[in-house]
């Protein structure tokens, strides 16, 4: 979902479903590589952000969904930002559950940022790079290793990225999301567009209209 194509989300799904293609996710632009370039011109308002959270939860509550319609949340959380804040601020909270449902399963401890690059999934690029999660390959800073000079097995047991990645705790995250008080059911947005934003995996993410207030 960005400013370029948020008018065209129920009509993309029209056309989907045309094509019988039943099971759909979409999700909110991540501000990496030319979107983080580009942030201003491509990056939805909250208000904008807000009256598509409600298009598309009122379609769903009401039954008139043309497809099964998922938004994938850039990080594992229960309470997502990216559609909680919006059903907040419209009075709608009740309907994050048609969003993200309580058999949601992770693998994370409560402590732990809501990602799981370098933990429980990586990606290797056309060149062998190997990172954490695909949201980080216009990144080379977050490198964990090459597949063509070392083993993937040695990449994911000593890779100092995926370390640090493993180590970092809520605790220590920096910025606005430190003293918010949905740090523990949010867990800080995406860590590769936290670190796009601030140079740091332990950053905030700063897409979140919290961390911009
Ligand atoms: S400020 Fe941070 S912890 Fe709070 S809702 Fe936003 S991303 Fe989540
Ligand atoms: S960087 Fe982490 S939080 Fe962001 S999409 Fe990848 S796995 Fe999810």
């Known amino acids: ?18 094509l019988e293609i039943y099971n759909v996710a979409i999700m909110l632009l991540a501000s990496v590589g030319n979107a983080d370039d580009n942030y201003d011109n491509t990056y939805l308002s909250f208000d904008e952000l807000c009256e598509v959270i409600k298009e598309l939860t009122l ?8 497809v099964s319609l998922d938004i994938v949340s850039t990080g ?13 601020h419209l009075g709608m909270e009740k309907y ?3 969003w ?18 370098g933990k429980d999934s990586l990606c290797i690029d056309g060149y062998g790079n190997v990172f954490g999660c695909s949201l980080m390959v216009s990144m080379h800073e977050l490198i964990a290793g090459n597949t063509k000079r070392e083993s993937l097995v040695d990449i994911w047991n000593n890779s100092h990225i995926f370390n640090e990645m493993r180590r970092n ?7 606005p999301c430190s003293n ?21 995996l332990n950053g905030s993410d700063m897409r979140c209209p919290l961390s911009n207030s």
């Open 180 to 200: 918010c008080n949905l740090l523990h059911s949010c867990k800080s947005g995406c860590r590769a567009c936290a670190y796009a934003r601030t140079k740091k």
């Open 59 to 66: 379609m769903k509550v009401e039954g008139k969904m043309p």
């Open 100 to 117: 993200k449902s309580e058999k949601f399963d992770t693998t994370l401890e409560d402590d732990e940022f809501g990602c799981t690059a």
């Open 76 to 88: 594992e959380s229960l309470c997502p930002w990216e559609i909680y804040l919006p059903l907040k």
């Open 169 to 175: 705790k809520l605790c220590s995250v920096e910025g």
């Open 1 to 18: 979902m960005s400013k370029i194509n948020k008018d065209y989300i129920i009509e993309t799904l029209e056309y989907l479903k045309s």
């Open 96 to 98: 994050i559950t048609e």
